[in-house]
């Protein structure tokens, strides 16, 4: 089956930086969009930024300038390279794909998640 598995959370000053990344494995012929979305104590999820096969980007309006998200074809993983970091940053960032798979000899089309990578942006 297909995995996602983040990497790269970790406690940071406000200020400072941190860059997330995601590899997804399995049996994959192609990755349609991936991107990050985060959850904060509280609060629902909500989608930071993706990447389109054909690199066009979104991103949330509080987090432009200061993210960027990009991906490495070859190796089926996204990043997202945080600046600037702000306490509203903290939150558990999710790793997402739309792609299709073989699924028991048949391609099929699908969404899958990581578990999650947990951000931290305290003094």
């Known amino acids: 089956q297909v995995q996602l598995v983040e990497s790269g959370g970790d406690l940071v000053q406000p200020g400072g930086s941190l860059r997330l990344s995601c590899a997804a494995s399995g049996s994959i012929f192609s990755i349609n969009t991936m991107g990050w979305y985060r959850q904060a104590p509280g609060k629902e999820r909500e989608l930071v930024a993706d990447?389109?096969?054909?690199?066009?980007?979104y991103y949330k309006d509080s987090v432009k300038d200061r993210f960027t998200i990009s991906r490495d074809n070859a190796k089926n993983t996204v990043y997202l390279q945080m600046n600037s970091l702000k306490p509203e940053d903290t939150a558990v960032y999710y790793c997402?794909?739309?792609?299709?798979?073989?699924?028991?000899?048949?391609?099929?089309?699908?969404?899958?998640w990581g578990k999650g990578t947990l951000v931290t942006v305290s003094s």
């Open positions: 990447i389109n096969s054909d690199t066009s980007t």
């Open positions: 997402y794909a739309d792609l299709r798979y073989n699924h028991y000899g048949f391609p099929r089309s699908g969404d899958f």
